[in-house]
């Protein structure tokens, strides 16, 4: 009996949780920044995804094996309410906390908004950036001991002490912690095994003075290999016409000679007006815990994608966090010195002042001078006024240096 009772934990624990399943639901709004941190306990500090993606409180929450977790939601256009939800394109969002009154399969996401709306969703890869965390919780020792795992790529199905030998598991908190009620001495290893089977192994040296601590874990998740990057739609094609039956031959006409160019001057034409730039992105930079985004408002979205570049000459590559925002993220205590930049499709868009140059490209098309050309009938009349002046002057001093010197009588 207690062997079916352990399965039966197992099953539940995991129960809802499909990389391969979309599901059908409905998604609410229960306002910007009120997260905090959610029953996930993804704050102090601040788990860095949920400072680039939307955050989502879900439904069927269970025993908080879902936290940590990504979607990714598609609106489906319907519903009701005073939101711009229904036209915004797919999108990811990191899950952090619980919605007890949702029911299953919906979501409710952190933002300023009103509305219910339809949706599908389906558990993706997070856009995770390096290696997993561990963070050990406030009061812990050898006597006693809670983790949590952050920074997961997919779900994580259990953690492990390695005691005498064997293996023995920590049991999961609905409030995102791994609980350990027996002493137990560093260093020890740790076996973390995902939702698909994968198993990293580490050890905790010690415990740290200071807590809460967060160390990296060394090591990361392959995925479940359900992300595929979001295209957006792209513009109808035109089918082509009927095919047009050719028609005879015809002779062409006899060219014609052009007109030589006028002798007399041509008065030059007034410049064309300035055509209108196009509309570049502009760009703003905002910092999270080792993760840097990029919010650009352009014409179109990049199809080029995005990288920072900053001061020191080093360079990261962003990946599309949600509408407009890109997301820069590295692990360590890298820092992204000023001035820093923004590549937007092959295009400098400046993220601080001085960031792109202190003297911009200009268009020739834009330009307020132009280059007049003069025909060169204008040109032989002046050339031609310049040579009867100086005949002019040379006639009139050979005539007074032929005049005779007059004597005084």
Known sequence: MLWILLVLLIASTNAGISYTTTYTGQLTF???????????STQNPRVPLSNSLPTVAIGSFGLAEKCGCCVLITPKGTGSGNSDF????????????????????????????????????????????????????????KYWTELQVRNHKVAVKNVEYQINGNWVGLERRDYNYWDYKTEVATPVNVRITSITGEQKTLTISSYPANEPNVWSAGCQFSGSGSSTPVTPPTAPVTPPKAPVTPKAPVTPPTPVTPPKAPTAPVTPTAPKAPTAPTKTASCSYGTGTNTWYVEFNCDQKPTDGVTVTCSDGKSYGCTLASWGTYQCQVTGSTECKTPRKASVSGKCCALDA??????????????????????????????????????????IVARKLRTPVMEHV
Do not use: H
């Open 30 to 40: 229960y306002g910007a920044n009120s997260d905090g941190g959610g029953k996930c």
């Open 86 to 141: 229904p036209n915004r394109q797919p999108f990811v969002a990191f899950i952090n906390n619980e919605c007890p009154e949702c029911g299953e399969n919906n979501l409710d996401l952190a933002q300023a908004s009103d509305g219910r709306w339809d949706i599908t969703w389906k558990y993706v890869d997070c856009p995770t950036s390096g290696n997993m965390d561990l963070q050990l919780k406030v009061g812990s020792s």
């Open 354 to 395: 001085g960031s792109c140059g202190s003297a911009a490209v200009e268009d020739e098309s834009t330009s307020g001078s132009q280059n007049i050309n003069l025909p060169i009938g204008a040109i032989i009349g002046i050339v031609a006024a310049i040579v009867v002046i100086l005949v002019v002057l040379v006639v």
